[in-house]
Nanobody, 112 residues
Framework: VQLVESGGGLVQAGGSLRLSCAAS????????MGWYRQAPGKQRELVAT???????NYADSVKGRFTISRDNAKNTVYLQMNSLKPEDTAVYYC???????WGQGTQVTVSS
């Protein structure tokens, strides 16, 4: 299974970004997908997850600002990030729980 993230970049505080993660070579619809992030010098942390049935879970730090969604027809999971803060700066990774697979990560940098 290959997971490929895209959509990262540099944005000012208060701005928005939309991350995408495309999965190939597998049945995508049956697995929980998640977004995680790792800032320099810190451990990787959960940002959001979405189950095969569409149930969503968010870290307290992003509730009300980030939205996770999925399009099973496109084998893709998204993370819409609004009202970004400098503390959201990190490398963002997607994860497929069924295969315990990780993408290569995409850098998000929020300037103050």
């Amino acid at each position: 299974v290959q997971l490929v993230e895209s959509g990262g970049g540099l944005v000012q505080a208060g701005g928005s970004l939309r991350l995408s993660c495309a999965a190939s070579g597998t049945i995508f619809s049956i697995t929980t997908m998640g977004w995680y992030r790792q800032a320099p010098g810190k451990q990787r942390e959960l940002v959001a997850t979405i189950t095969s049935g569409g149930s969503k879970n968010y870290a307290d730090s992003v509730k009300g600002r980030f939205t996770i969604s999925r399009d099973n027809a496109k084998n893709t999971v998204y993370l819409q990030m609004n009202s970004l803060k400098p503390e959201d700066t990190a490398v963002y990774y997607c994860h497929g729980s069924l295969w315990d697979s990780w993408g290569q990560g995409t850098q998000v940098t929020v300037s103050s």
